[in-house]
């Protein structure tokens, strides 16, 4: 089946715009999550989204958002772009966790953010 | 909330040797874990997890190793080749509620 797709691949903003960024989980997969990895601090959650609500929150301020449709799709807009925004933007998709299929994410590629 | 660390963060080997990386964990709710490679520009991708019911787990010439009572758990690689190079990354989590504590990273180099 079609792994976990992520667009745009790259995206460069400038200081003080928004940006959206979208993710098309594995066919099935009702939970989608979001991470922020940067070199400095390594892989951090965002949110997660499941059956449109979101069910899971980080520690990232309310400039990041997102929201899941009912297909399971999801998007992830950072608002008021900073500097530090700047990293790479994991997506992850994970199905229901049956003893059958294996737990854990599917990561997509990521979209590269480069804010100046 | 729950904190992983993960130790050494990078690691060289030469190619045949063994490698081993080790994180530990603080909450005792975590009884998932699960261990990423990421090469290169790449996704990171799931290359073998331990849920907290058993102890050890092995896969071809990975194994995961897990004491929940020092609430830590390790990666074995044995007779690593070039192409294990990559950046490792361990997480822990409560199984079906999914949200990922990763620690920060191994980067891993086998030299042929």
Redesign the interface.
């Known amino acids: 089946k079609a792994g976990v797709t992520q667009t745009p691949r790259y995206l460069i903003k400038t200081r003080g715009q928004q940006v959206t960024l979208s993710c098309s989980p594995i066919s099935g997969h009702r ?1 989608v ?1 979001w ?1 922020q990895q940067t070199p400095g601090q ?4 965002l949110f ?1 989204y ?1 059956s449109e609500t979101q ?2 929150k ?1 520690n990232f301020p309310g400039r990041f958002s997102g929201r899941q449709f009912s297909n399971s799709r999801s998007e992830m807009n950072v608002s008021t772009l900073e500097l530090g925004d700047s990293a790479l933007y ?1 997506c992850a998709s ?1 199905g229901q ?1 049956d003893v059958s299929e ?9 979209t590269r953010l480069t804010v100046v | 909330g729950e904190n992983v660390e993960q130790h050494p963060s990078t690691l060289s080997v030469q190619e045949g040797d063994s490698a081993v990386i080790k994180c530990t964990y603080s909450d005792s709710a975590s009884n998932y874990f699960p261990w990423y490679k990421q090469e290169l520009g790449k996704r990171p991708q799931l290359i073998i997890d331990i849920r907290s019911n058993v102890g050890e787990k092995k896969d071809q010439r990975i194994a995961v190793t897990l004491n929940k009572t020092a609430k830590h758990f390790s990666l074995h690689i044995t007779e690593t080749q070039p192409e294990d190079s990559a950046v490792y990354f361990c997480a822990a989590a409560e199984y079906n509620f999914n949200k990922f504590y990763f620690g920060s990273g191994t980067k891993l180099n086998v030299k042929p």
């Open positions: 939970s999550s991470y390594g892989l951090q959650f997660e499941f069910r899971n980080g994991l994970m966790g294996n737990y854990g994410y599917t990561f997509g590629s990521g």
